[in-house]
């Protein structure tokens, strides 16, 4: 398949091989979206499979406390999926989320001090999303998970990276502070 530009106002011949019954444009459509949430799906099991969090690798022969660490990654997972979707802000109409949405409130100021030591000095390599938005942490997670912005977009092997870095660090400043119940 040769990659190139479609010039505006030429038509484009998709054909979409599948086992569902498409009658009409609408059921065509339906089976698209089917299949964009199934991509969804594999890009959380990749993140919880070899390349993210390794719950293949577990070495726990017990069931109750394999299936307990199993549930935990697959929480860490979906919440690293939430960032890889919020990585690019708004597109649409769609309001930017909150950062809420994966994060305590009380995680903005080390999210902020973070994204001033990562920022570089040209606009190009400052975070371009509002703060308090989760496309803000996205990116703070990118950069602590090894994104330098000069390549694609962050995806699901480098966020889990900066999304455990930054919890470590939440760790650390609590033990500094004297907090033990983080």
């Known amino acids: 398949m040769c990659a190139r530009s479609i010039p505006p106002g030429e038509a484009v011949h998709w054909r979409l091989l599948t086992t569902h019954t498409v009658d009409d444009v609408a059921e065509a459509l339906a089976v698209v979206e089917l299949y964009r949430r199934r991509w969804v799906i594999e ?6 499979k070899t390349q993210g969090f390794d719950i293949e690798g577990l070495l726990i022969a017990e ?3 394999l299936r307990r660490l199993v549930m935990a990654a697959l929480v860490a997972a979906i919440t690293v999926q ?8 708004v597109h649409g109409p769609t309001p930017l989320r909150p950062v809420t949405d994966a994060f305590e409130p009380e995680d903005t100021p080390l999210l ?3 994204c001033k030591t990562l920022e570089g000095k040209t606009e190009r390599q400052k975070n371009p999303h509002p703060r308090g938005s989760l496309a803000y942490a996205a990116w703070v997670c990118a950069r ?3 994104w ?11 966020m889990p990276n900066g999304w455990t870095d930054f919890h470590a660090a939440k760790r650390a400043a ?5 907090q033990t119940n983080v």
């Open 43 to 48: 890009q959380l099991f990749r993140t919880l």
């Open 63 to 65: 069931e109750a406390p």
């Open 82 to 89: 939430q960032l890889v979707h919020a990585r690019d802000g």
């Open 112 to 114: 902020e001090a973070f």
């Open 144 to 146: 602590l998970g090894g």
């Open 148 to 158: 330098t912005g000069s390549y694609g977009k962050p995806g699901p092997l480098v």
């Open 174 to 178: 609590a033990l500094l502070k004297g």
